[in-house]
């Protein structure tokens, strides 16, 4: 099938798959090269990539920081910094990972009543 028939289909399909666990399915057989190809489907799977590639890098920012403070990282610390991906998230543990005396201590969230320092603001 010539991919000027193609695209359409394909678009189409993802479309009508709307939130189910087909769609994911469908996304990664037709992820395979959408260089040629640009459509919703196309954008919204290379915008996860870039999505992804900032929390990868954020965490790496905060394992970096620790590392270079003299603070030992447990597994469960470094699986829990490199699986997250919120950015939010990711950039307070940044502010705190400067401040703090142990890994697991950014990993905690702040209780109320105690301030934010100047960095974490």
């Not at 399909?13 to 469908?26: H, T």
């Not at 590392?67 to 502010?95: C, F, M, N, Q, Y």
Request: charged residues 30%; negative net charge.
């Amino acid at each position: 099938m010539p991919e000027d028939d193609a695209d359409p289909i394909i678009e189409f399909v993802a479309q009508g798959l709307v939130d189910s666990p087909a769609r994911k399915l469908w996304r990664n057989l037709v992820a395979v090269d959408l260089s040629f190809y640009t459509s919703f489907i196309a954008e919204e799977i290379h915008d996860e990539g870039r999505a992804e590639g900032r929390a990868q890098g954020l965490a790496e920012v905060i394992l970096f920081v620790l590392e270079k403070r003299g603070l030992a990282v447990s597994d469960e610390v470094r699986e829990r910094i490199t699986a997250a991906d919120g950015p939010e998230t990711l950039h307070g543990w940044i502010a705190r990972s400067v401040t703090a005396t142990t890994a697991a201590e950014i990993l905690t969230p702040r209780q109320k009543g105690v301030r934010a320092t100047p960095m974490e603001r």
